[in-house]
């Protein structure tokens, strides 16, 4: 177990990161307005809320690539952290989304989204942190999502996502965290609001 | 559901503290505690769980295991990580912060520099930090290991057992009838100090009294109660109505490594000229049953598939064990007249074998007098009408 706690350790930190360098490039930005083809790529910060069997929150990272008129791909990270009866959870994970856009050249990008993940799930026994149980899961989501263009190549928006995974499902006690040793498919719904600097 | 969002950051905070603490990764060694704890070390020595990895059984069956198997095994009857250390220790129960599961012995080690327990000390040591822990004081670190899911008729269930009787709702635990002052019996502890330096206490006896302890008959003499009923006559034999009770509250008659034990009644009959007959349950020379399939049981019956009777390569068709506080009745049929002398008596006698006679001569370690003699856990008798 313990070289996992390491493995988690490096991207939940640089997640801490990315919102502090994000914000210091764009003021050095020029002003850009709307979705112009100039504009390939963006790189932004992004808060998560995660509703499912667990309720976790936390920050990531974001790198779209426009790869036409209409169809933008994300790759993305999430880092959070929730608690159920004391016990401690964190999920790390890293994924893709394809968007198409239904409103090109507006300043409003409404854009429907599916995408699949692989988590990192983590839980430590409520009294006992050093009881730890993970599992590496599967996902695919799917859902809508919302940016509004602002002057400086910055873009904020939303995402409201339903989320289906598959993987064992961890359970925590006072002393004990365990892993079901069947494989189960769980569904979640997730919030994310981001910020991006498009180049 | 308690969620708080709010506390995030600081969990996260905590989550990198937790990621940088140093692993632990000298297991400590249990000699080191007798330097200190000299009444628990003597006592502990007694114990079945200071020999787990040396009974003839064991060391005969995990011979013959592959080596995931016999890992498997290693996992509750032989857990450390230190060199030149035996069966389950000190530092196994001790430094045990939890579990991934409660069966199969999925302990999981905490911080080498403490020991967890009730933390009812008032008294501090430089050896090391106390923590209470509801884990090793509950049962459930009994559990982890007193509950093998293993592969066929390597089964074990005591802590399911409690878990659904009546011992859990009255708040008795394993500790309460296997760590206190009486066998077998929820009976408080004895006060005795934890080293010879420091104030009296509760005393938590480290015998861990089972069938296999030199206690073993005030354990044992806890478990059941028998009756006969007066018998009925029927085409020339008298036929009795046998009952057992199990009086446990805490588990079921037998329970634990049942493919280890043999539990059976021995049924015999005095008749007028004062001659006793064997009607069932009789045994030869070697300890084997005379009469397998018709004697009653409390035993699994178990199914070998091979000559030599390894548990995990073997399927259990029935449990027959008494679950805790329950009674079953049989019908037992014994002969009026024995050679035209009439039964005067009848009685019955519940027995208990700590190995069983036909697993043991399977593996080649025939019965010793130790082990082979039953224990007789109740008794009755009744007159023919």
Do not use: K
Not at chain 1, 85 to 106: F, I, K
Not at chain 2, 81 to 96: F, L, N, S, Y
Not at chain 2, 194 to 206: G, L, Y
Request: glycine fraction near 10%; aromatic fraction near 4%.
């Amino acid at each position: 177990m313990r070289p996992l706690h390491r493995l988690y350790a490096l991207p939940l930190s640089l997640s801490l990161l990315v919102p502090a360098t994000a914000s210091a490039q764009s003021v050095t930005e020029a002003p850009r307005v709307g979705w112009m083809p100039s504009s390939r790529v963006s790189v932004g910060s992004r808060l998560v809320l995660r509703v499912g069997p667990y309720t976790l929150g936390g920050v990531g990272g974001q790198v779209a690539v426009r790869l036409g008129e209409r169809v933008t791909v994300d790759l993305f990270t999430d880092h959070m952290v929730g608690t159920r009866d004391g016990a401690l959870r964190h999920d790390h994970e890293v994924g893709t989304m394809l968007r198409v856009n239904l409103t090109p050249g507006s300043r409003w990008a409404v854009a429907p989204m599916v995408g699949a993940c692989a988590n990192l799930a983590v839980l430590h026994a409520a009294q006992s942190p050093d009881v730890t149980v993970s599992d590496i899961q599967f996902g695919a989501r799917a859902g809508l999502g919302v940016d509004y263009a602002l002057p400086h190549g910055i873009s904020l928006g939303g995402e409201a996502l339903a989320l289906a995974y598959l993987g064992h499902a961890l359970t925590g006690w006072a002393y004990r965290a365990e892993s079901s040793p069947d494989l189960s498919v769980t569904g979640a719904g997730q919030v994310t609001l981001h910020a991006n600097l498009h180049f | 559901m308690r969620t708080c969002i709010s506390d995030l950051v600081g969990l996260a905070l905590a989550a990198l503290v937790t990621a940088c603490a140093p692993a632990p990764d000298v297991a400590r060694a249990n000699a080191d505690c007798a330097a200190c704890h000299t009444d628990h070390a003597a006592r502990f020595a007694t114990s079945s769980h200071a020999r787990a990895s040396e009974s003839a059984l064991f060391t005969a069956l995990r011979a013959r295991a592959d080596a995931p198997t016999a890992a498997f095994c290693d996992r509750c009857h032989a857990p450390h990580e230190a060199p030149d250390e035996r069966g389950v220790g000190c530092v196994t129960c001790h430094q045990a912060a939890g579990a991934r599961g409660l069966s199969n012995g999925r302990l999981v080690p905490g911080d080498p520099s403490v020991v967890y327990g009730r933390g009812a000390s008032t008294v501090r040591t430089i050896a090391h930090e106390i923590r209470a822990s509801g884990f090793v004081t509950g049962g459930e670190l009994c559990g982890t290991c007193h509950e093998v899911d293993g592969p066929g008729a390597l089964v074990e269930t005591p802590f399911t057992e409690w878990s659904q009787g009546p011992a859990r709702a009255l708040a008795v635990t394993c500790i309460d009838c296997h760590m206190g002052r009486s066998p077998g019996r929820a009976d408080g502890f004895e006060t005795a100090p934890a080293t010879p330096t420091s104030p009296a206490h509760r005393r938590s006896d480290h015998g861990f009294v089972g069938p296999d302890h030199a206690d073993a008959p005030a354990l044992l003499g806890q478990s059941a109660v028998m009756t006969l009923d007066a018998p009925v006559e029927a085409d020339g034999a008298l036929v009795f109505a046998l009952t057992i009770t199990n009086r446990n509250p805490g588990h079921a008659l037998p329970s634990g490594a049942r493919f280890a034990r043999e539990v059976w009644v021995e049924v015999t009959a005095r008749d007028a000229t004062g001659a006793t007959h064997t009607v069932s349950g009789g045994t030869d020379a070697a300890g084997a049953p005379r009469d397998p399939e018709t004697r009653i049981e409390l035993g699994d019956r178990i199914a070998y598939h091979d000559e030599v009777r390894v548990p995990w390569r073997a399927s259990v068709l029935a449990v027959q064990a008494l679950a805790p506080g329950a009674s079953r009745t049989w019908r037992v049929n014994v002969p009026d007249r024995w050679n035209g002398a009439p039964t005067v008596s009848v009685t019955a006698r519940l027995l208990y074998r700590r190995n069983d006679a036909r697993l043991r001569a399977s593996l080649g370690i025939p019965l010793t007098a130790r082990d082979g003699a039953p224990a007789v856990l109740a008794t009755a008798t009744r007159d023919a009408p």
